[in-house]
């Protein structure tokens, strides 16, 4: 009976200590789940002001894309009639050249002294003749290459002016639409990151992994009407329960995004 006596008063001691233990958990989870609402919520404005923008980003940049392969395209054409024409004024030189030697060569065949001389002077001349007629033939083709190549150009030059048209008036756009929403940007994202600092790191990584999966970027979502607020599915009541114990912190069981309850809610929106 003594042992009994001696145990009991630490038996009632370790009873509300186990007591406030329970109650800080309950806290912190509760606590946990205010930041993580709280940032949701911040995020989310930066959401609407992104969308906002709509596509506008993506259009800009297919456009600097597209300008920016006209320009490269362009130069890699220019530099070829660069070289084309070269080309037709190599093989016109050297037309003024073989013309030249075969007058040259045609004139000492009035004072061979032998057939033998006369043949490889004849032999030289028709040498020459061929190829006169082959630069020709390349002077043709070159310049119907050139002629092909100005016209891509020409037409590479009045889509590159279009796309560039289209590039300033999308771009100026954008600009506009960022100016009247920066000032708030910044100060949201400065609000974020406040707000990421207060939640643990497995927590935070959660977080942005559920917030990248989902499409309308929610990843902290309340119920209502005993349904989820991100998918709509109903909650089972014992799971609401447990969402308000705050106990834990509870998932959708259909979509995976973290549920809290109209006491978190409230606590965010008094923060305002």
């Given at each position: 009976?003594?042992?009994?006596?001696?145990?009991?008063?630490?038996?009632?001691?370790?009873?509300?200590?186990?007591?406030?233990?329970?109650?800080?958990?309950?806290i912190?989870?509760?606590?946990?789940?205010?930041?993580?609402?709280?940032?949701?919520?911040?995020?989310?404005?930066?959401?609407?002001?992104?969308?906002?923008?709509?596509?506008?980003?993506?259009?800009?940049?297919?456009?600097?894309?597209?300008?920016?392969?006209?320009e490269?395209?362009?130069?890699?054409?220019?530099?070829?009639?660069?070289?084309?024409?070269?080309?037709?004024?190599?093989?016109?030189?050297?037309?003024?050249?073989?013309?030249?030697?075969?007058?040259?060569?045609?004139?000492?065949?009035?004072?061979?002294?032998?057939?033998?001389?006369?043949?490889?002077?004849?032999?030289?001349?028709?040498?020459?003749?061929?190829?006169?007629?082959?630069?020709?033939?390349?002077i043709?083709?070159?310049k119907?290459?050139?002629?092909?190549?100005?016209?891509?150009?020409?037409?590479?030059?009045?889509?590159?002016?279009?796309?560039?048209?289209?590039?300033?008036?999308?771009?100026?756009?954008?600009?506009?639409?960022?100016?009247?929403?920066?000032?708030?940007?910044?100060?949201?994202?400065?609000k974020?990151?406040?707000?990421?600092?207060?939640?643990?790191?497995?927590?935070?990584?959660?977080?942005?992994?559920?917030?990248?999966?989902?499409?309308?970027g929610?990843?902290?979502?309340?119920?209502?009407?005993?349904?989820?607020?991100?998918?709509?599915?109903?909650?089972?009541?014992?799971?609401?329960?447990?969402?308000?114990s705050?106990?834990?912190?509870?998932v959708?069981?259909?979509?995976?995004?973290?549920?809290?309850?109209?006491?978190?809610?409230?606590?965010?929106?008094?923060?305002?």
């Amino acid at each position: 009976m003594a042992k009994t006596e001696t145990k009991s008063p630490v038996k009632e001691e370790k009873a509300p200590k186990a007591a406030n233990a329970a109650t800080k958990a309950e806290i912190t989870i509760a606590e946990k789940l205010v930041e993580l609402y709280r940032l949701q919520t911040i995020d989310s404005k930066v959401d609407r002001i992104k969308t906002q923008r709509g596509e506008l980003p993506l259009e800009v940049r297919d456009l600097e894309d597209e300008v920016a392969g006209l320009e490269t395209r362009t130069k890699k054409i220019q530099d070829e009639l660069a070289e084309l024409e070269q080309a037709v004024s190599d093989k016109t030189n050297f037309i003024k050249d073989a013309k030249a030697s075969i007058k040259k060569y045609e004139g000492q065949q009035a004072k061979v002294r032998n057939n033998r001389e006369y043949d490889s002077l004849s032999k030289e001349v028709e040498f020459q003749n061929l190829e006169i007629q082959l630069a020709e033939k390349r002077i043709k083709e070159g310049k119907f290459s050139l002629d092909s190549k100005k016209a891509v150009v020409e037409e590479s030059a009045k889509t590159y002016k279009e796309r560039k048209k289209d590039l300033d008036l999308k771009k100026k756009e954008l600009d506009d639409i960022i100016a009247d929403t920066e000032k708030e940007e910044k100060e949201l994202q400065k609000k974020s990151d406040v707000a990421s600092k207060h939640i643990e790191e497995r927590l935070l990584s959660a977080y942005h992994r559920i917030r990248s999966n989902a499409r309308n970027g929610l990843a902290v979502v309340a119920f209502e009407r005993g349904s989820c607020g991100g998918c709509f599915n109903a909650i089972p009541p014992q799971r609401q329960l447990d969402i308000r114990s705050h106990k834990k912190i509870i998932v959708c069981e259909h979509c995976g995004r973290i549920l809290v309850d109209e006491y978190v809610v409230e606590r965010v929106q008094g923060d305002k």
